[in-house]
Every structure is written in C-alpha cells, then in structure tokens.
C-alpha cells in the first residue's frame, strides 16, 4: 500500500538538462516536503508546501524549484543540474507540521 | 536548533533488546524528541516521539531522562529488519516540519 509514491525510483540526466522529479501522495495530507540526500550523508530539507503555500529554506540552491498543482502531487524542477546535484532526492508528507512525516523511497538522481 | 548527539554505530545480536542513545544536552522546554530510521535503500521512517514522558508504540519504546538531556531508544526485541540508520532530531514545539537530520546512529544486527 504505497501512500508516498516517486517515480522514478533512478532518473539520469544530463549537466545542465533540466529535469522533474515526481511525487504522489494518497493520504490527502496538507504538508509535502522535498529533502536532498547525498551520499553518505543525511536527509536535508530543501523546501515544503502547506497547502499551496511554498516554503523555501534558506540555502535552497535557486536552480531548485517546486510546484505543487494540487493535494495529490508535489514536483521538484532543477533548472539546470550540475554534478554536484547527483543525490537521492525524498518526498515526504504530514497532514499537518505537527505530525509525524511520511516519506517515499526516493528517486535517485544521476548526472551525466 | 537544539543539537543531538549519537554514536556512530551500534550492534546488537538478533532478538535481542536495543537502546539506542541520544544526548541532547541544550533542549529547550519546548523542544520533541523524534526518533526516525533509514533502511538501506530507502526514505526514512518515523518510529516514536516524546516530551517528558516516557512513550510506547509498537515499533518501540522511548525513554527520557528526568532532565531531559538526553533519551533512549528502545527497541525490544532486533530483527534483521531493525539494521538501519536511526536518527534523534529535537524540533521547536510539536510540528515536525523542520527535520534537521544529524548523522544518526547506524544499527547492525547479528543474526
């Protein structure tokens, strides 16, 4: 019963070729999160919706963006990849700041 | 942010119990304890959370010290299931939306 859904799981893409990475939710939660995993190191928040209400983190890179066009789905657009934006990529969500999150499996990103 | 501290790494034979502990000596009063895990291969998972209470769920069991500078998780019974990264983050208030992930403490479990 997957609740938090990416896909895909392994994305490659090219330096400085856009990409999207995908996000799905079937709990109706309010609250969807993007985190930054490189390797070896922890999860790192990049930005969070609350409803559409869009949540930057401070050291978010600019050529990081998200949409959210509704409940279900979150987006997260790298305008312009280098290789230092190879990661696994997390796609959390709450049904509100105050509760646990929930988290996808993650796609991981590759950049040739 | 409040810091925590874990060890690095931690082992532990199977059907075994397991504590596993975080200081986190400049809590505030404010401040939760939550306990999320890694498996390999896959996003983290929220196991436990607490105030000043001792918690229980059937995951695991949280134990915090009179003090609160510092906690224990308690796993009960290791499965080879249970090997993971396990993470002690202190968010302000009850709202978890700012995770800040430290490095956490790796589990292995002997079979």
């Known amino acids: 019963d997957a609740m938090v859904i990416q896909n895909p799981r392994y994305q490659v893409t090219q330096f400085g070729k856009p990409v999207t990475l995908s996000c799905s939710q079937t709990?109706?939660?309010?609250?969807m999160y993007w985190y930054q995993q490189k390797s070896s190191q922890a999860p790192k928040l990049l930005f969070h919706?609350?409803?559409?209400?869009?949540?930057n983190e401070a050291d978010t890179p600019d050529n990081f963006q998200s949409r959210r066009p509704n409940t279900s789905f979150c987006f997260l657009d790298i305008r312009s990849p280098g290789l230092g934006d190879a990661a696994m990529y997390l796609c959390?969500?709450?049904?509100?700041?105050?509760?646990?999150?929930?988290f996808g499996d993650g796609t991981r990103l590759s950049i040739l | 942010d409040a810091k925590t501290t874990q060890p690095n790494s931690m082992e532990s034979n199977e059907e075994e119990p397991v504590h596993l502990p975080c200081n986190h000596s400049?809590?505030?009063?404010?401040?939760?304890i939550h306990w999320y895990r890694q498996l390999p291969s896959q996003g983290p998972e929220y196991v436990i959370h607490?105030?000043?209470s001792n918690v229980n769920n059937r995951m695991a069991s949280l134990a915090i010290a009179e003090d609160r500078k510092s906690s224990t998780l308690i796993l009960h019974r290791a499965t080879l299931r249970d090997a993971a990264v396990y993470y002690c983050?202190?968010?302000?208030?009850?709202?978890?939306?700012?995770?800040?992930f430290g490095k956490g403490t790796k589990l292995s479990v002997i079979p």
């Open positions: 959390a969500t709450s049904s509100n700041p105050n509760q646990p999150q929930h």
């Open positions: 709990l109706n939660h309010n609250v």
């Open positions: 919706y609350y409803d559409k209400d869009f949540n």
């Open positions: 400049t809590i505030s009063g404010t401040d939760y």
């Open positions: 607490g105030l000043t």
């Open positions: 983050i202190l968010t302000s208030g009850a709202g978890s939306y700012q995770l800040t």
